[in-house]
């Protein structure tokens, strides 16, 4: 069955790179989804990568996939006070769609 | 364009009571979602329409609740009655899910946050 996991705080300071980690189980998993929640909102996509590819960047983040230990990383460079959030990771499988699951959230907060 | 609505954000009541959550869903998308999100945790699946009918309802605890999706637009989830344990945020998401089997990029509304005293 499917089951994603991830640390549950992290601590950066302003400037600095944070990095979110997540591991997830089904190797079936065709994409994987990075979502950030910021306080008394919905969940937004920031980005995502397809199964077959090792890194993804885009402007200031950098996912990076190790499929053979199902191990999802996103790199925020430059962090800023506007980051802090919950960052939820998230996989999909294919069942007549793509079926999303999703971890229980990292909190990143941004020390100015 | 105006992302998913979801009211009332906020709803206090005691047990036994029934209560109702509203969903808009973004114009063209044809699939529904609602999550369960209990605090420190990541969304649940309750329930998921694609158009006007059910076909991911096995996370829905049907004794108590209930959900429809009338004219495959807007929908509403019930609960009747509702239980102390039933304190969370209710998410509503829309997607547009193609035949092609992409990415199922989903967009939540701000939640109802449900208190049950």
């Known amino acids: 069955g499917e089951d994603v996991e991830q640390s549950l705080f992290l601590s950066v300071r302003e400037g600095d790179s944070s990095v979110i980690n997540c591991t997830y189980t089904?190797?079936?998993?065709?994409?994987l989804y990075w979502y950030k929640q910021e306080p008394g909102a919905g969940l937004q996509l920031l980005t995502y990568?397809?199964?077959?590819?090792d890194m993804k960047q885009d402007q200031r983040l950098t996912v990076l996939l190790n499929k053979k230990d199902k191990h999802l990383s996103l790199r925020i460079a430059d962090t800023q006070t506007g980051d802090s959030a919950i960052y939820f990771c998230?996989?999909?499988?294919?069942?007549?769609?793509?079926?999303?699951?999703f971890g229980i959230g990292t909190k990143l907060q941004v020390i100015p | 364009e105006a992302g998913v609505v979801q009211s009332p954000r906020y709803k206090i009541i005691e047990k036994k009571q029934p209560v109702a959550f509203w969903c808009n869903p973004i114009?063209?998308?044809?699939?529904l979602y609602w999550y369960l999100q209990n605090l420190g945790q990541g969304p649940e699946l309750l329930i998921r329409?694609?158009?006007?009918?059910?076909?991911?309802d096995s996370q829905l605890p049907k004794d108590r609740f209930s959900a429809e999706r009338l004219k495959g637009v807007d929908s509403t989830l019930k609960i009747q009655p509702a239980e102390l344990g039933d304190s969370a945020v209710y998410l509503c998401?829309?997607?547009?899910?193609?035949?092609?089997?992409?990415?199922?990029?989903?967009?939540f509304g701000p939640g109802t946050r449900l208190t049950v005293l």
């Open positions: 998401a829309s997607s547009l899910v193609g035949g092609a089997g992409g990415i199922n990029e989903q967009f």
């Open positions: 329409y694609e158009n006007e009918e059910a076909v991911d």
């Open positions: 998230a996989e999909s499988i294919r069942e007549g769609y793509q079926k999303v699951t």
């Open positions: 114009s063209g998308h044809n699939t």
């Open positions: 990568i397809f199964s077959n590819m």
């Open positions: 089904d190797s079936s998993s065709t994409y």
